[in-house]
């Protein structure tokens, strides 16, 4: 009878974990790939004078692997510290 029943419901775990797969991997690219460089591309350009970094703000791909993370981390860093600066001062 067990075995009926991991028969009958290891399809519907398999399709809900891949669900969620894609679901996490989505949410982690959107919020790396798209808010982190757009972000982390303005402050970039801001603190550079506009030099770095030397593509367009679409032209992501285009980017070398460790600059483009170095890119959306600082877009994340700042928001955080937006975020903090904002709640720290509505707190006060």
Same mark, same amino acid.
């Given at each position: 009878?067990?075995?009926?029943?991991?028969?009958?419901?290891? =399809?519907? %775990?398999?399709?809900?974990?891949?669900?969620?797969? %894609?679901?996490?991997?989505?949410?982690?690219?959107?919020?790396?790939?798209?808010?982190?460089?757009?972000?982390?591309?303005?402050?970039?350009?801001?603190?550079?004078?506009?030099?770095? =970094?030397?593509?367009?703000?679409?032209?992501?791909?285009?980017?070398?692997?460790? =600059?483009?993370? %170095?890119?959306?981390?600082?877009?994340?860093?700042?928001?955080?510290?937006?975020?903090?600066?904002? %709640?720290?001062?509505?707190?006060?």
């Amino acid at each position: 009878m067990a075995d009926l029943i991991d028969l009958l419901l290891r =399809p519907f %775990a398999v399709a809900t974990l891949w669900l969620l797969r %894609a679901l996490l991997w989505f949410g982690l690219e959107l919020m790396f790939s798209t808010i982190g460089w757009g972000i982390g591309w303005c402050v970039c350009r801001v603190l550079t004078l506009g030099r770095l =970094p030397s593509v367009g703000i679409k032209d992501e791909e285009r980017y070398d692997f460790l =600059p483009r993370v %170095a890119v959306e981390l600082v877009g994340l860093a700042s928001l955080a510290l937006l975020i903090w600066g904002l %709640a720290a001062m509505l707190n006060a």
